[in-house]
């Protein structure tokens, strides 16, 4: 009779189990949850030459994002992720992280993003505006537009059409950091990806030397062409950093909330009550959005079952003990956001979209348990945080005034790309409940089609 597996290595059944999840889901995030109730909150996943340590429990993950952070890296210069952002702030370590956030933080705080709400309230207007009565839109893609046009503006100083040209070569850089077969094999040439990132290097190396040039903005681009110990290199970096980081978090956050609002027309009739109840027709403001508290719950949900970043990559500098296992230096370890948010021990119906468990000012996931994470945790919480919801809770109150959404088959999967994306997409019919107080040419047919 064969022992028991060494703690930290699921046994057999447990991965069978995992295995017939995989290929019924064809999401590995959710083939995890076997495999964590069979070894616990840290366990080893081996596939090939390849192993890594997942960290699948809130007292875990605090050890590796905050109490002993300085033992792991967030550097894994073999990722696709580093080469393309090179020295930006996500991907770099120590003093080089700590200085770059230092100096980019101004530029996210509440009061700096709430003087520019009305700018964000402009683009949203624009947005729904373009959605004809009826028509059915994709919504993981319009919303990437409208982070993207949102986050130029606000945090960069750059017009709506900029976005135009950059979106393509955006939604390469996309593709190109997603997980793939690179897991497996580092050293795989990918040629496909080589003209569109270097457009998008182009690009942004020309709007750094415009800049320069007249540097006039109180915008982050221009703080940094003002800074002379920073080179060309230095803010391309950056830049390209928070250009994907920035918009691409909030806009499938917005999407599986609509996603989800569609099909639970309980909470979405629940949701625009409370908002008709405290805004009217009055464009939502940051002062108002603080007293929408359920439609703060709905988001906080979305963003529970559906983590635009679900899994945090990290490497052991040293040997380490997590939740008794041993983990050796050199390990990639996984901070698997996605299972903290539904661990059957931590979450009641963990799988049910229910808004009203964050309600309660003592609800479930407050504490000093890291349980809910969607922005990360500790020095490395993510600096567009206040961005996100500023954006994220304007628009969605926005759009509960304007209009209603519906359900269009087939229901979105989570897949894991750059973030956790709806797959086929979250396509959703526009119910327009309120006519539009201005029209705007539409200009991006790609995202919709006419009664399917």
Known sequence: MAGKPPRGYPGARAQWRALRTLIRDRF??????????????VFFLSF???????????????????????????????????????????????EDHDRARRFAEPFFRPAYLEARAARMQAHI???????????????????????LEILLEVIFGLPPRVAESMAEPLEAARAYIAPGLWLLFPRLPRPGYRRSLERLDAQVRALIRQRREDPHSDDLLSAWARMPDMSEEDIRDQMITLLIAGHDTVAMWLAWTIALLARHPDVQDRARAEVQEHLGDRAPDPESIRSLAFLRAVGTESMRLFPPIPVLNRRALAPVTLDGVSIPAGTRVLVAIYTIHRHPKLWKDPDRFQPERFLSSSSEWEGTSLRYLPFGAGPRFCIGAPLAKLEGFMALA?????????PVPPAPRPRLRATLDPWPGAWVRVRRIAPARFYVPWTGHELRRRNP
């Open 48 to 94: 090939l030459w390849m192993r890594v340590a997942v960290v699948a429990g809130p007292e875990a993950a605090r050890a590796v994002l905050v109490t002993h952070r300085h033992l792991f890296s967030s550097r894994l210069a073999a990722d696709p992720v580093a080469r393309l952002m090179r020295g930006g702030m996500l991907v770099v370590d120590g």
């Open 28 to 41: 590995l995030l959710e083939a995890l949850s076997p495999l964590r109730e069979d070894a616990g909150d």
């Open 398 to 406: 926005r759009m509960l005034q304007r209009v209603a959404f519906e």
């Open 125 to 147: 207007d624009r947005w729904i505006d373009a959605w004809p009565d009826g028509d059915v839109v994709e919504m993981a893609m319009a919303m990437r537009r409208m982070a």
